[in-house]
Nanobody, 124 residues
Framework: QVQLVESGGGLVQAGGSLTLSCTASGRTSSRFGMGWFRQAPGKEREFVAGINWNGGGTEYADSVKGRFTISRDNAKNMVTLQMNTLKPEDTAVYYC?????????????????WGQGTQVTVSS
């Protein structure tokens, strides 16, 4: 079992920045890819960013490319999502997740463990 705890969410004005962190405990997650997803009210959960097991490969949703950066520190069992130039449409609950293998995927069913989520609200 892997337990994931997200932090760093909050309220920010449009154009601002936030940094989300996800800390893993329990069974090691360092051999697995990790991802960030988000879900806005009334919408389906969507992929935001993913990173492979060693940080050498990343991918992003088109809507956040160039504004968000995902990174990981395996020594600290942590994955981070730096979010810049935030927009009101980025408002959602953000979840981190551990992939079932070493790579990344945009498909949420390929992720095995999930955090409880952290709320991000961007005001206009």
């Amino acid at each position: 079992q892997v337990q994931l705890v997200e932090s760093g969410g909050g309220l920010v004005q449009a154009g601002g920045s936030l940094t989300l962190s996800c800390t893993a405990s329990g069974r090691t997650s360092s051999r697995f890819g990790m991802g960030w997803f988000r879900q806005a009210p009334g919408k389906e959960r969507e992929f935001v960013a993913g990173i492979n097991w060693n940080g050498g490969g990343t991918e992003y949703a088109d809507s956040v490319k160039g504004r968000f950066t995902i990174s990981r520190d395996n020594a600290k069992n942590m994955v981070t999502l730096q979010m810049n130039t935030l927009k009101p449409e980025d408002t959602a609950v953000y979840y981190c997740a551990v992939s079932r293998d070493s790579g990344t995927s945009r498909r949420d069913y390929l992720y095995t463990y999930w955090g409880q989520g952290t709320q991000v609200t961007v005001s206009s």
